[in-house]
């Protein structure tokens, strides 16, 4: 078996290398309102020419502004006054993470089931990573919400391989080690390639890495925290994991003894977070 994951780990690394396996690349809306973000004399009238020009983006910014964890007065109903309210970098990072959705679907059923598997998961981490950035960090909430949706990014073209390999999704438990061996390093590399800022581009490697020391509390911090509290309860490996030995919740000011009591003091923001980006 063991041959078997070296030797497909090897092709995708040489796949990558020889570019005949092709890094994924941010949807057109992403891009676009990257675009803005990067432009210093950008204002929120062209993020709203860029976001309006996507019926679907828009509606789901309107959303987020319309989220009990905004807490406005008034019930919005129009993009511009979405974005007055969320601001222009809050709005890029919140666009940029629901405009990948649509990467996260295949032609293979089987393929597809895991790609929407893995953003569904990714949205539930993102949204538990907004709240704890909130209550427990000085970080951004929208960019910790990105730092969630990406985190799992690398999976992406090793299932658009897999999609080509038939006998890789016959074999679920390969298929499933050279996710976990390979998804954080390509993830990084993926990144990269799409110029993230510094602090985010190793997340899909570090998460995992519970000994992990950093110097203060970051994104990878607030990730590695909200998969393990997305997982509570449940039968996989990582609801039994031992928080005590998981670094990042020292850093971010955490018990991992009142881990349970804590979640559910926040779920109902948890709950409103995870909505808008669904």
């Known amino acids: ?20 396996l092709v890094l994924p690349t941010l949807p057109e809306a992403a891009l676009r309102v990257r675009e803005v973000a990067d432009d210093p004399d950008a204002d929120l009238n062209q993020l709203a ?35 007055a309210r969320l601001g222009m970098a809050y709005t890029c990072n919140i666009a940029t993470g629901l405009a990948m ?28 990573s907004h709240v704890l950035c909130r209550h427990y960090t000085n970080l951004r909430p929208d960019q910790a919400t990105l730092a969630g949706l990406i985190h799992k990014i690398g999976v992406l073209p ?14 679920s438990f ?16 993926i990144l990269k390639s799409w110029d993230f800022p510094a602090e985010m581009i190793n997340i899909p ?4 890495k519970f000994d992990r020391e950093a110097p203060r509390a970051d994104y990878t911090d607030v990730v590695t925290v909200a998969m393990l509290q997305s997982y509570l309860g ?32 926040l779920s109902a923001e948890m709950e409103a977070a995870m909505e808008f980006l669904q």
């Open 158 to 171: 090793i299932l658009t391989y897999a999609e080509e390999h038939d006998f890789l999704l016959k074999d």
């Open 49 to 83: 020419d860029v976001i309006g020009s996507d019926a679907a983006l828009s509606a789901r910014i309107v959303r987020v502004a319309n989220s009990p964890l905004l807490r406005g007065n008034r019930a919005i109903d129009d993009l511009k006054m979405a974005l």
């Open 174 to 189: 390969t298929l499933d080690t050279v996710i976990n061996q390979l998804q954080g390093p390509i993830g990084d590399l």
């Open 205 to 208: 490697s570090q998460h995992m």
């Open 234 to 265: 449940s039968d996989n490996a990582l609801g039994k994991v031992d928080y005590h030995k998981v670094t990042a919740f020292n850093r971010l000011g955490m018990d991992p003894d009142m881990q349970m009591a804590e979640a559910e003091d």
């Open 101 to 128: 959705q649509q990467m996260f679907q295949a032609t293979s059923d089987l393929v597809d089931k895991r790609m929407r598997d893995s953003w569904t998961r990714s949205s539930e981490i993102a949204g538990i």
């Open 1 to 20: 078996m063991s041959q078997v994951v070296d030797t497909v780990r090897q092709d995708i690394i040489t796949a990558i290398k020889t570019d005949k």
